[in-house]
């Protein structure tokens, strides 16, 4: 069980997290759920998950200063970091990528296309 990806989803709405969640582990993943921006840092550091989708727009640190932090910290950089966000404004596509997600996607996504994002970025690292 140790070699299934391990994916962390940072989101704020339990229900959403939840639904990623149950149809990623029916695909074959191990999946983690963080509240937040500061509990979804303390569990990549913890955890070192294969993949991250973070929400973007989170109360007290949102997705985009949890991205940079990520970034900055050597030993996590490598992590593919896939932002989400459900109220896409102009520009938002291009901070999420500034700031280091590999992938921008707007909710509602279709779980199966997420599914195919993830690994496309699973092989890709796996590739690298």
Excluded: F, W
């Excluded at 709405?13 to 509990?39: E, F, M, Q």
């Excluded at 896409?88 to 199966?112: F, H, Q, W």
């Amino acid at each position: 069980m140790t070699n299934t990806p391990h994916i962390l989803i940072v989101d704020d709405h339990a229900d959403y997290a939840s639904l990623i969640s149950d149809y990623l582990i029916s695909k074959g993943y191990r999946t983690s759920v963080a509240s937040d921006g500061h509990s979804g840092l303390a569990l990549i550091s913890e955890l070192r998950p294969a993949l991250v989708l973070m929400d973007i727009q989170m109360p007290q640190m949102d997705g985009i200063a949890a991205i940079q932090h990520i970034r900055a910290d050597t030993c996590l950089r490598q992590i593919p970091v896939i932002a989400l966000t459900a109220l896409a404004m102009t520009g938002d596509r291009e901070r999420c990528l500034d700031a280091g997600a590999d992938e921008y996607v707007s909710k509602p996504i279709g779980l199966r296309a997420l599914a195919e994002i993830i690994a496309r970025h699973l092989m890709h690292r796996s590739a690298a």
